[in-house]
């Protein structure tokens, strides 16, 4: 019986954490502290991967193959594995690697990066 309670318990809460985790990013979508317009991949992206992914995908032996450093290597990531990764959501590995999400500012520039287009300039 505890067992059983224990359980349901577990589900909830995690049911609870997922469904709240849409509910915020949703509503940072309209939050306008955190500027998503016109944003490219000179101006933007290549900061944010430069701050919290080169360190593992970039030189001669990027992990898993994949590179983050160029503008091309971002190419040859499908968009929805780089917002899987970068949300951490189920079926995708958590990036960074072994450390905290990016904050939610840089996960919607990259969203509206790609969004727009995943402008070079
Ligand atoms: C500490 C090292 C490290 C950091 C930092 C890191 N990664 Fe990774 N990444 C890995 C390793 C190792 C793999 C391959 C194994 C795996 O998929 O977990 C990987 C795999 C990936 C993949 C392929 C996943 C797949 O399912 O094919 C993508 C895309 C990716 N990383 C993107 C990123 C992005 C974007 C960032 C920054 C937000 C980042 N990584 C930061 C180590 C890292």
Sequence with gaps: MIKKMIGALMLVSAFASCTKDN???????????????????ANTVA????????????????SGGVVTSTYVGLGNIYDAVLLGVI??????????SNAPKLSD?????IQAWINQGRLNN
């Design 23 to 41: 509910e915020y990013d949703l509503s940072q979508n309209s939050n306008n502290t955190c500027d998503t317009t016109a944003v490219s991949y």
């Design 47 to 62: 900061n944010i991967m430069a701050n919290n992914c080169n360190s593992c995908h970039s030189g001669s032996n990027p």
């Design 87 to 96: 949300n951490h959501s189920s079926g995708f590995s958590p990036m960074p």
């Design 105 to 109: 500012c840089d996960i919607n520039k």
